[in-house]
């Protein structure tokens, strides 16, 4: 009767005859792979720029990222240093809801003939002073063993609708408290 046993039987016999090893090689290459495609893929980014509801950003087609950098944010409300409001734009009551007539300076907020905002240098001058202490105090020294100097780099946030009247107010503010490169943020262009 061994013609009538049944092929699980046969098969069952041919398994436990034979011993299985599992191929290893080939398992590592594809999770090398796949590790590979992980670490290719993933992008981090250190910088923490901030951004504010309602605030329409410029876009633009440059693939650069930001660098880690002191930010101002310039909303249709007022002037925003690092998560600081310190200047309040002028509200009319007819423009309180509208940007047409936004972005309006107090005369109490500026000096030197109307070009200087003193809330902005006020702030900037000590963010400068604290930034600069910091570095004196930095165990990270140039080829001479001086501290390294202060760079001066602003990360400016404005709403796309800003003056250029008022932008460029904030800009000369800014380069009177020793700032003088400035770093436009904007959105990517989708692709």
């Known amino acids: 009767m061994p013609a009538f046993r049944s092929i699980r039987t046969r098969r069952g016999k041919r398994k436990i005859?034979?011993?299985?090893?599992?191929?290893?090689?080939?398992?590592?290459?594809?999770?090398?792979i796949i590790?590979?495609?992980?670490?290719?893929?993933?992008?981090?980014?250190?910088?923490?720029?901030?951004?504010?509801?309602?605030?329409?950003?410029?876009?633009s087609a440059s693939q650069d990222?930001?660098?880690?950098?002191?930010?101002?944010?310039?909303?249709?409300?007022?002037?925003?240093?690092?998560?600081k409001?310190?200047?309040?734009?002028?509200?009319?009551?007819?423009?309180?809801?509208?940007?047409?007539?936004?972005y309006k300076l107090n005369a109490t907020d500026l000096d030197e003939g109307g070009r200087r905002i003193v809330g902005l240098f006020n702030t900037l001058v000590a963010a400068r002073e604290k930034?600069?202490?910091?570095?004196?105090?930095s165990p990270v020294r140039d080829a001479n063993g001086n501290p390294l100097p202060f760079d001066g780099v602003l990360a400016v946030t404005a709403d796309k609708r800003i003056q250029y009247d008022t932008l460029r107010?904030?800009?000369?503010?800014?380069?009177?408290?020793?700032?003088?490169?400035?770093?436009?943020i904007a959105l990517k262009k989708e692709t």
């Open 17 to 32: 005859n034979k011993g299985f090893e599992l191929q290893l090689t080939s398992l590592i290459d594809v999770l090398v």
């Open 35 to 59: 590790l590979v495609f992980l670490l290719k893929s993933y992008q981090t980014s250190l910088n923490t720029l901030t951004t504010v509801e309602g605030l329409q950003m410029p876009i």
């Open 131 to 137: 930034s600069e202490l910091l570095k004196a105090k």
């Open 85 to 102: 409001r310190v200047v309040d734009f002028a509200q009319s009551g007819d423009t309180a809801g509208s940007t047409e007539g936004a």
């Open 169 to 184: 107010k904030i800009m000369y503010t800014a380069g009177a408290a020793g700032f003088k490169v400035f770093r436009f």
């Open 65 to 83: 990222e930001p660098h880690d950098s002191l930010q101002v944010i310039i909303t249709p409300e007022g002037i925003t240093f690092e998560g």
